[in-house]
């Protein structure tokens, strides 16, 4: 086994379509790492070009410490499974299993030995008489890791491996895949635009979009912390909030409630909050006021899509803002008191309103434990509770901190 690292890697496609650029990505020899992003990000073309299948336009590719641009697929010793796995149609599973080995010339009695391993690991010995044609899309996606695998390669990419299975199957094969790479240790590239089996399955997840690597860590790490909007936005199911909110007298404020200190002067933000981290309360009670439009009942928990009370244009968003003079100026990490604001400052000064908020931009879904139906129309009111409220530079997208548990708490 192998550690693999990108060095500024950049490809660009004729036409200056910039699959990659600049990727910076080392990968600990054993580990397995997720790169996940929207179709388009640039994720096949890393794997095409750490294979050998693709050249990089500029920058370097290493192996085992060994700088690998000019060597061709063959020499690297990596082993690749895609969506559709290509198994030999006219062959049967054996002899799919034992075909790379054979093409290396490895001894009958050594295939046979790996071979019947391999088909133990992964629960596929009773298949190994049948053709691919009679074996479920499951069992297929399985035979093509152990033939991928069976050669014991340095490097084992991933492109999108469960997209052809149905739901559940899915995290049959993910759950499989993990036990698979907990024993056999290999370095493992996977490659996948689904956020949950990113999180799920990598011992570290590099999120992309557009050709740049936007965060690496953890998935709890980038979960807890994402650097921007895109991330923020992409992992996480449902989605994180994500709404515009007028920033009055250095405090953002969500639907007439300030749900966290804003540092540096901004006029607005956007605030990001979890789903599951917002409680519902009585109309009465401080809090985000929404209303309800409708719920979804998934059995465990209960989704509560809300739209957010519009009467923060109103509030002096722009205002002078006095943010400067603030304890907030020490983000990340602030602790002031959430304080509601009375309905009557709220709905003052109409007329400088920055922020013309669309149903869009107001909508708000909440994870409220089984039992909660509000009615559709139902006035509530939210609380960040537990958990942290995001801030987003509204112009660069970037963070620019959070607010802590005591902030939300009131
Ligand atoms: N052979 C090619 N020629 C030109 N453009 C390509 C080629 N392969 C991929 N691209 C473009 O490069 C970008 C990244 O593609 P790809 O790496 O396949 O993304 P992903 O796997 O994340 O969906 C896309 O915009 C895609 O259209
Ligand atoms: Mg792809």
Known sequence: MADVEFCNVTKTYAGDVVALRSLDLHVADGEFVVLVGPSGCGKTTALRILAGLAKPTSGEVRIGGEVVNSQGPGERDIAMVFQNYALYPHMSVYKNLAYGLRQRKTPKSEIKRRVAEMSDTLGIGHLLGRRPAQLSGGERQRVAMGRALVREPRVFLLDEPLSNLDAKLRGQVRAELKRLHQRLGVTSIYVTHDQVEAMTLGDRICVMNGGELQQEGTPQEVYDAP????????????AMNLLPAAVVDGYAVLGGHRVAAVPGGRGEVIVGIRPEALRARGAQAHGIRVQVE????????????????????????SRPAAAASLPAASLPAVSLPAVSLPAAEASRAGAEASLPATDHERRIVLQAPPGLHPEVGERLTLTPAGERVFLFDAATNAAIGWATEETAAR
Do not use: K, M, R, T
């Open 227 to 238: 650097v921007n909007l895109f991330v923020a936005g992409f992992l996480g199911s449902p």
């Open 294 to 317: 409708f719920h979804e009942p998934l059995g465990s928990h209960v989704l509560i899509h809300a739209l957010v009370d519009d009467v923060d244009n109103a509030a002096g968003a």
